[in-house]
């Protein structure tokens, strides 16, 4: 799959490549299923990765081949959001699940407090990650969370946090730094840290902490939340508003008619 020109899709087993980022093809129930497998059957150092595919990360890996290898050798990557749905039904005649981290995630803790795993938070700003640490525990009362630190720091502080995760041993270790920056931490840290799985799942610590809110359920129920949320931070989402979704949209319109044409052709 890697080293596919940009646009080609492919569809081995469950895994398809979106313009040559991968997604899997993975229903809620299997994707959990797939992380309790990953716990399970942890032994030492050495974390499964898992990371979303969405509209912005894929923006961002077609311009990056570091990221784009390192979704595409992700141990689990999750479809996020309604662009997704699109690129599927257009690109690789499929329609993918709606598995976006800020709903999925809290049903990873869920089944974290029901079968006692222990939960790393790392990211976010300092204020952020305790306001996080405490709702969570609110939400989740026997939820064992085993250690937090802020996503901010210098470098000199990263192998104190490394050192602080591995004598931790967390099952479950969340990763908050935002897209890019989440995924090129876990791709090249994951090896080197005994935990169970890194999740990386951008703003939901915001979330959280009550920092963001999400939008009302009929806007996520007909994909437009990436709107609610401009709303609320215009400046940070100009460009993924104004920039990356337009030019997706060329892209998805551009290779349909493509297709279309290869087969009116045959």
């Known amino acids: 799959m890697i080293g596919m020109k940009s646009g080609e899709m492919t569809n081995t ?22 992380i309790m497998e ?4 942890r032994n030492g150092r050495g974390a499964r990765k898992i990371f979303f595919t969405n509209v912005h990360s894929i923006h961002l890996a077609r311009r990056d081949e570091v990221l784009k290898s390192g979704i595409n050798n992700a141990d689990l990557v999750l479809p996020d959001g309604s662009g997704l749905k699109m690129a599927g039904k257009i690109l690789a005649k499929m329609e993918f699940a709606n598995l976006n981290g800020t709903d999925f995630t809290p049903v990873v803790l869920g089944l974290a407090q029901q079968n006692g795993w222990t939960v790393y938070l790392y990211g976010g700003e300092r204020e952020i990650v305790a306001v996080c640490h405490r709702n969570l525990l609110q939400q989740y009362p026997r ?3 085993v250690g937090s630190r802020k996503g901010y720091t210098q470098m000199s502080e ?31 840290h994951a090896p080197d840290l005994n935990a169970g799985i890194c999740l990386a799942v951008g703003g939901l610590f915001d979330f959280i902490a009550g920092k963001h809110s999400r939008a009302p359920q009929w806007m996520r129920s007909v994909g437009i939340e990436w709107l609610y949320r401009f709303f609320q931070d215009p400046k940070g989402k100009a460009d993924r508003v104004f920039v990356e979704i337009p030019a997706f949209a060329v892209v998805l319109a551009t290779r349909w008619l493509f297709s279309r044409r290869k087969d009116h052709r045959q």
């Open 158 to 188: 990263q192998q104190d946090i490394l050192d602080d995760i591995n004598e931790k041993k967390p099952d479950i270790l969340l990763v908050a730094l935002g897209s890019p920056r989440q995924e090129l931490w876990i791709s090249r």
């Open 143 to 145: 939820l064992r969370i």
């Open 13 to 34: 087993q469950n895994t398809t490549s979106i313009l040559g980022v991968r997604v899997d093809h993975i229903d809620r129930d299997a994707a959990l299923n797939r």
């Open 38 to 41: 990953f716990i399970g059957s």
